[in-house]
């Protein structure tokens, strides 16, 4: 059953339930009053007009007499025999008490009272039934009240029912029409379309739902375009290194087949055709690993083995590593460590791949020449600080944020001019600096500033 008609049909069922309620509390009350109706206080002259006709003599009967002295006192004259009126003087609108009167049984004394609203006194005799009477009959017709009672209830249950469906379902509709809103955009979004917000102007719980709703729409949009970019990129990635691999296979391929028809003849020749081959076999074997590397970094399998190690001695045996390189390039590296232990635990591989990493993306992107590269550590706060800074142009301000995202390349011109880019390097940063528990920020400072924090291993040595 639909959550209207539950809504409806319970609108329904309490109203009626009021309803009767309300019904059968006036009907108690009316009925027990109905009986109280006209027991109002005996006439104030009831005594005189009984003296006036127990003192009265019937064998003279004089009638007339009698009334005359009734009427003093503003009663009125009944005289009945058997069934029979022998003489009246009542007012129209006590006639009708003449039928309840003359079927009273009377015994001898005289009988005082009040019925339906008229005050009187009847006195028997041996032949006569006398009866004086003073006031307006007020007789109630409950024959005639019922019919309009019920018609009059009737009608307003009707009204009343009317009123609460109408209403009951204004309110369902204000209800059920922003989840039917919901429902709508949950169907579009399951459909792929996430263009078309939620539109609630009401100031309601509905507004913050719907708001929510909106916020989750804008954020599975994002996604989806973000997830569209790194596919793109992926398939790039993939095809670039499928690409470069078919280079030095082709290389290798023919360098061997030299080797087999006797194109090199001579001991110097097959040599070179050897060394080149090897070299090429390595290029593949690099561009392999770069791909399983990208492999176990997508499913989150990259290997990490920490180990004990002080950060300076690490820094300055990859100094002393890359020094022969890094001359041959042009490029200046200077540190500047503090001359207390940096104790750490560190994967060696995976941090000199980070270096690995910042030196290449200095490289490529620093735009200045001769290049100049300074790292400094220091301690701070139970983290060691590891900052790695060229001399470059920096990042503009607005994409700094986004360099350590995945796939990211900076600006149109700055990708096309390094279109061998992965845009992979400072993201595989981010993600082994995290690896460690560390965490890695970027600034510009006369130049690209990449600082990370790691966590220190015995805090204690500087207490």
């Known amino acids: 059953m639909k959550t209207i008609n539950r809504i409806l049909i319970s609108s329904v069922f309490f109203a009626l339930i009021s309803i009767a309620s309300i019904l059968g509390v006036m009907t108690i009350i009316f009925f027990s009053l109905v009986p109280e109706y006209g027991k109002e206080m005996l006439d104030k002259d009831v005594f005189n007009a009984e003296e006036i006709v127990s003192n009265f003599d019937v064998t003279d009967m004089e009638w007339g007499v009698l009334s005359a002295d009734l009427n003093l006192y503003g009663y009125n004259l009944l005289v009945t025999s058997g069934n029979n009126v022998v003489f ?14 003359i079927g009273l049984n009377l015994k001898e004394n005289t009988l005082t009272g009040k019925t339906s609203g008229v005050t009187f006194i009847a006195k028997p005799t041996n032949v006569y039934s006398i009866f004086a009477l003073k006031g307006t009959v007020e007789d109630v017709k409950l024959t005639g009240f019922l019919p309009t009672y019920l018609i009059v209830s009737f009608v307003a249950i009707v009204v009343i029912l009317l ?41 309601d719980e509905f507004a913050e739902v719907a708001t929510a709703f909106n916020h989750m729409q804008e954020s599975l949009l994002e996604e989806r375009k973000k997830t569209a970019l ?65 492999s176990n970094l997508e499913t989150g399998n990259l290997p990490m083995i920490f180990d004990s190690h002080d950060l300076r001695n690490f820094i ?24 207390v232990p940096h104790p750490v635990k560190i994967d060696v591989g995976q941090m000199r791949r980070v270096l690995l990493n910042l030196t290449e993306n200095a490289v490529k992107y620093a735009e200045t020449k001769p290049l100049s590269i300074t790292i400094t550590i220091w301690y701070e706060r139970g983290m060691e600080h590891l900052k790695f800074a060229d001399n ?36 595989i940063v981010k993600y082994i600096i995290e690896a460690h528990g560390g965490f890695v920020t970027a600034q510009n400072d006369n130049g690209l500033a990449i600082e990370m924090r790691l966590p220190c291993e015995k805090e204690e040595t500087y207490e």
């Not at 944020?401 to 993201?427: C, M, Q, V």
Request: hydrophobic share 35%; proline share 3%.
């Open 316 to 339: 300055m045996r990859f100094a002393d590593d890359m020094r022969d390189e890094f001359k041959s390039n042009n490029i200046t590296l200077s540190t500047d460590i503090t001359s």
């Open 163 to 203: 009123l609460s469906l109408f209403f009951t379902r204004q309110m369902a509709w204000r209800v059920l029409r922003p989840l039917k809103a919901l429902s709508n955009g949950a169907k579009r979004i399951e459909s792929g379309d996430m263009s078309e917000p939620i539109v609630h102007k009401s100031k």
């Open 88 to 101: 009246s003087h009542l007012e129209d609108s006590q006639t009708k008490a003449i039928e309840s009167l």
């Open 392 to 427: 470059g142009q920096g990042v503009p301000e607005s994409q700094l944020p986004h360099i350590f995202e995945r796939f990211w390349r900076g600006d149109e011109a700055r990708s096309t001019k390094n279109n061998d880019g992965s845009g992979l390097g400072l993201y």
């Open 230 to 294: 790194y596919e793109k990129a992926r398939t790039d990635l993939i095809a670039g290194i499928s690409h470069d691999l078919r280079t030095p296979l082709t290389s290798v391929k023919g360098y061997i087949k030299g080797l087999r028809d006797g194109v090199a003849n001579t001991p110097e020749k097959q040599e070179q055709y050897l060394s080149i081959a090897y070299q090429k076999a390595c290029d593949i074997d690099m561009l392999l690993q770069r791909l399983i590397f990208f």
